[in-house]
Every structure is written in C-alpha cells, then in structure tokens.
T-cell receptor, first 118, second 112 residues
C-alpha cells in the first residue's frame, strides 16, 4: 500500500510565523504535490515537484515555497503566515507516467494538515 | 469557466435507492478521468478510474461522454457508508507531467 504521511494533522500558528509542513512518501514516487482545499473551491495546486531539487509553480504559489532535498520528502513553507492561508493542506504523490498510460495517473494523498493562522 | 464543474449537492438519497450525478470538463484533449471519494475531514481516495467504454465496480458505474465532455457516476443500492463527497478529477491536458484538475465535489447524503 502506498503511504503518504504528513507530519501534523492540526496546526495553529500566528500571523507572521514561518510554517513548515512536511510530507513523506514511501513508494519511491518521482512526483509530489502540495494542494490546499477550501470549501466550494476544491483542491488547488500550490507547487509540484517532479524530481529531487526540481519544482514547478502550481496555480496558487504566492506566499508559499517548497523544498525537495530527498526523493521521499516534500516540504511546504509559508514564509510569513497570513490569515488567508488558513486551510486544509494536502500532499500527494504519484510515479512518473509514460505517454499512453494516462489512465494510471493516480495520485495518492496524505491525511491532510488543517492549518489555522490566527 | 472552471476546468472541472460539479453540482455541489447535497444529493439526499434514501438507503437502497440509486443516485447519479455528472461532472463537466472544459478541455477536450483530456485523457484521464477519475472519481475520488472524500469523507468529512479526510483525504481524497481513489474510487475508480473512468474508461472510454464505461466501467463498473460493484455498485458503482462510471461513464464518459467525450462528445459532450462529461463524466458520470451512478451508485446503486445506496448504503449509509456511501455518504461522502465525490470529486471528479481530470488530467490537465496541456501538461506533460500528469497534473490533475479537481472538481469541488458533489456531496451525497444517504439517509436511513
């Protein structure tokens, strides 16, 4: 079974704090993702990494950065937390897909971190 | 226009009944389609992939209509445990890394 582990289920931080969200996967997947999920908006991609030290901005990268120093670990960093970053954060991973195998492009999610910024 | 659109519901379904709902997607070049299930305050989990010819997994049937750009999910003989939010997921057609686009979800509530 694929296991994606997020370091915290719940976090409460103050405005202006630097926040680290950690994600570890044990299936040797190349791709890792950070999403945030807000009511009525669904999952929105913050950042994506397709290999160690490689990253790509998603749809809403502003206010966030990421780090991927090891294949199994993908960290999301809020440099200076703000109240509008209160959300559910979800990490996901999947293996790199070959062309023609798009039906196998399944992402596996961690349990999520519910972050409140006060 | 959103890339993936779903009726948010809720769909209130008596136990044992059938419920069906659709999802529309905007990019005709999309190739992979999925339904994920998300329980309250939990992570999304894959329910089933959706194949061109339609496919069934127990009480769940998924259909793809490429001409009209929608996928559907039908749940037969609904159980209380089917209460969840169902997310429609489509690949980003212009993306070579396999990124996915998620709908906001359709809530299903099965009542005794």
């Amino acid at each position: 079974d694929v296991k994606v582990t997020q370091s915290s289920r719940y976090l409460v931080k103050r405005t202006g704090e630097k926040v680290f969200l950690e994600c570890v996967q044990d299936m040797d997947h190349e791709n890792m993702f950070w999403y945030r999920q807000d009511p009525g908006l669904g999952l929105r991609l913050i950042y994506f990494s397709y290999d160690v030290k490689m990253k790509e901005k998603g749809d809403i990268p502003e206010g966030y950065s990421v780090s991927r120093e090891k294949k199994e670990r993908f960290s999301l960093i809020l440099e200076s937390a703000s109240t509008n970053q209160t959300s559910m954060y979800l990490c996901a991973s999947n293996p790199r897909i070959a062309t023609g195998t798009e039906a196998k492009n399944i992402q596996y999610f961690g349990a999520g971190t519910r972050l409140s910024v006060l | 226009r959103k890339e993936v659109e779903q009726d948010p519901g809720p769909f209130n379904v008596p136990e044992g009944a059938t419920v069906a709902f659709n999802c529309t997607y905007s990019n005709s070049a999309s190739q992979s389609f999925f339904w994920y299930r998300q329980d309250c305050r939990k992570e999304p989990k894959l329910l089933m992939s959706v194949y061109s010819s339609g496919n069934e997994d127990g009480r769940f049937t998924a259909q793809l209509n490429r001409a009209s750009q929608y996928i559907s999910l039908l749940i037969r003989d609904s159980k209380l445990s089917d209460s969840a939010t169902y997310l429609c997921v489509v690949n980003k057609a212009t993306d070579s890394w396999g990124k996915l686009q998620f709908g906001a979800g359709t809530q299903v509530v099965v009542t005794p």
